[in-house]
């Protein structure tokens, strides 16, 4: 009974009234205070499971992160995640910037290669290399060639589907990296498009007597990100372990949109870190291979340690 209760208000992102409903009506007396307290045991029982989950991913080279606002209670509140392809870990917290992703407790120790977004508080951390999502980049140059007749942008874009499209080609081949003199080409032709770009969005002189910085506008601004981050942006070119996009993160973190409109938000805090908890265990259970119900019943057997001791990469 328990596992179903906490199957439906995690997989299934029905709310505690809702959940109570559904399980009476298939002739499962259940009350509302019985659900919530389903979901707070489970959270308790996942606690050693997810501090395995977090060392495991800890140990992998590519490490995906992500975050996004969540409604608790009426206050914004942020959901970070840290993931790989086969392991998930979620953390509620205030803040969407440093002091939430400290509080995390990932990225800090993490060693390998951190692939993100261009907020910038993930770029404070000098303790791994970085690699910039470059599917975020196809849709800003789209947005320049489109909205603001930027021819550069276009080819810009071309280029990184090129790179994009020739590793994948190569990859199946048997391949592990570019021939040397094509990476090489690949790279003068993106020095090249970018100084292009500078030549038509030059940086705006300061007027006389004004005060304070001159506006760049957006496209300068997009040229100067491909200029400063060149080695980030183009990670995934030089490291074929780095993914083209932060497709993994995002994909995780999609259901609290989802949370928002079946069930609405968080009625406290305290809640939305049990369910993020719980819901740690489970979607990492899925990309093992396990339903989340079978989960949750060792979660409820107090195997759930166990069961995450048998996953494998």
Same mark, same amino acid.
């Given at each position: 009974m328990s596992a179903l209760a906490v199957t439906l208000l995690t997989l299934g992102m029905v709310s505690v009234d809702r959940t109570q409903k559904l399980m009476s009506s298939l002739g499962i007396p259940i009350s509302k205070g019985k659900v919530q307290d389903a979901l707070t045991t489970a959270a308790r029982k996942v606690e050693k499971a997810l501090d395995y989950i977090k060392q495991m991913i800890l140990l992998k080279f590519v490490l995906h992160f992500d975050e996004t606002g969540i409604q608790v209670n009426g206050e914004l509140e942020w959901l970070h995640c840290a993931c790989t392809d086969k392991w998930r870990y979620y953390s509620v917290q205030d803040k969407r910037g440093k002091e939430g992703i400290d509080a995390m407790g990932i990225l800090p120790m993490a060693n390998g290669v951190a692939v993100h977004d261009f907020w910038k508080p993930y770029h404070k951390y000098d303790n791994v290399l970085h690699a910039m999502?470059?599917?975020?980049?196809?849709?800003?140059?789209?947005?320049?060639?489109?909205?603001g007749n930027q021819d550069w942008a276009g080819k810009l874009r071309k280029l990184l589907q090129t790179m994009c499209h020739r590793r994948a080609v190569l990859a199946a081949e048997g391949a592990n990296a570019f021939p040397t003199e094509e990476l090489d080409a690949y790279l003068r032709?993106?020095?090249?498009?970018?100084?292009?770009?500078?030549? %038509?969005?030059?940086?705006?002189? &300061? %007027?006389?007597?004004?005060? *304070?910085? %001159?506006? &760049?506008?957006? !496209?300068?601004?997009?040229?100067?990100? +491909?200029?400063?981050?060149?080695?980030?942006?183009?990670? !995934?070119?030089? /490291? @074929?372990?780095?993914? +083209?996009? /932060?497709?993994?993160?995002?994909?995780?973190?999609? @259901?609290? &949109?989802?949370?928002? &409109?079946?069930? *609405?938000? +968080?009625?406290?805090?305290? *809640?939305?870190?049990? !369910?993020?908890? %719980?819901?740690?265990f489970v979607s990492t259970a899925a990309l093992h291979g396990l339903s989340s119900f079978d989960a949750l019943l060792s979660v409820f057997s107090d195997t759930a340690f166990q069961t995450a001791l048998s996953w494998r990469d």
């Open positions: 999502c470059c599917a975020h980049l196809e849709r800003e140059l789209v947005y320049a060639e489109e909205s032709q993106y020095d090249e498009l970018v100084e292009e770009g500078m030549a %038509v969005q030059p940086e705006p002189e &300061k %007027v006389p007597g004004k005060r *304070g910085r %001159v506006g &760049k506008g957006k !496209f300068r601004c997009l040229l100067e990100r +491909f200029r400063d981050f060149k080695d980030d942006i183009l990670r !995934f070119a030089r /490291n @074929w372990l780095v993914p +083209f996009t /932060n497709n993994t993160a995002e994909r995780a973190i999609r @259901w609290a &949109k989802l949370k928002d &409109k079946v069930s *609405g938000c +968080f009625r406290s805090k305290a *809640g939305a870190g049990q !369910f993020t908890a %719980v819901l740690s």
